[in-house]
C-alpha cells in the first residue's frame, strides 16, 4: 500500500465529518481481544444494498467502514456511534482489503 490511500480516506472523512456525512466511534474489543480499545473514526452505512446477479437487491444490512490509521478493529468488538452500540460481525465480502479503511457488517 503507498502513501495515498490512507492520506485520501483522512482527508474525505474530516470532510464528511464536518458536513455530518462522517462519524466517530468508541471501540471495545472483545473480550479476550488483541485490538486496543479507543477512538475510531468511522463511516456508518445503515442501508448497504447487496446485488443479486442481475442488480436485484438481495439483502439491506448495516456496514461500518472503519479508518485503521486510528488502530485495528477485530470480530466481536463493539463501536459506540452517535449513542448506538454496534457489534463487528464480518468483514464485508465487498471490501477491496486497501490497508487503509476496512469494511465490516454489524449487528
Do not use: K
Amino acid at each position: 500500500m503507498n502513501a495515498f490511500a490512507p492520506d485520501f480516506d483522512a482527508r474525505a472523512h474530516a470532510a464528511f465529518a464536518a458536513a455530518g456525512m462522517a462519524d466517530n466511534g468508541d471501540y471495545a474489543p472483545p473480550a479476550g481481544g488483541s485490538t486496543p480499545a479507543g477512538a475510531r473514526r468511522c463511516f456508518l452505512n445503515p442501508r448497504r444494498q447487496t446485488l443479486g446477479e442481475l442488480g436485484h437487491v438481495l439483502a439491506r444490512r448495516t456496514v461500518i467502514g472503519v479508518l485503521l490509521a486510528d488502530g485495528a478493529v477485530e470480530q466481536g468488538g463493539t463501536l459506540v456511534v452517535d449513542a448506538r452500540t454496534y457489534t463487528l460481525q464480518q468483514r464485508d465480502e465487498t471490501d477491496d482489503g486497501d490497508g487503509s479503511l476496512e469494511w465490516w457488517v454489524v449487528r
